[in-house]
């Protein structure tokens, strides 16, 4: 089923645990750059903080599809719910952030193997300045 309105919205404390229970889920941790389960206490330390930068919710036809984050070094974040996936519901929640962020400095890091966010970051304008490379 087509999607039929996205928006960023602040988020409320009831948010709180939607943003823990959906970066904590296997496959939202295997793409980012820190894959361990985040704690409770982790978390409300970093909800408390907002990691010194900007969190949005994404809303999608009125419901919560995930967020959005970007932190004070202009890196960008998103996670969404399975069931948003695959609706364009990320391109045009990180086109109404590029809104909100007009001159900003916005940067995705991703991992070499995700091919969707490689793909979306790509088709929302990001250009590829970077190759890094670690050894194990």
């Known amino acids: 089923m087509k999607v039929k309105s996205v928006r960023l919205a602040k988020p409320m404390a009831r948010d709180s645990r939607f943003v823990l229970a959906l970066r904590n889920r296997p ?41 959005v984050r970007r932190c004070s070094f202009g890196y ?16 045009r929640a990180l086109r109404a952030l590029r809104r909100r962020h007009p001159d900003g400095r916005l940067v995705a890091r991703i991992r070499a193997d995700n091919w969707p966010s490689i793909k979306l970051f790509g088709d929302c304008g990001y250009e590829r300045t970077w190759v890094e490379y670690e050894c194990r």
């Open 27 to 67: 496959e939202v941790r295997a793409a980012s750059a820190n894959t361990a389960v985040i704690t409770i206490l982790e978390h409300a330390h970093w909800w408390c903080t907002r990691g010194n930068g900007e969190l949005w919710i994404v809303m999608a036809d009125h419901r919560r599809a995930g967020y």
């Open 76 to 91: 960008v974040s998103i996670a969404l719910s399975p069931w948003a996936r695959g609706r364009k519901v990320a391109s």
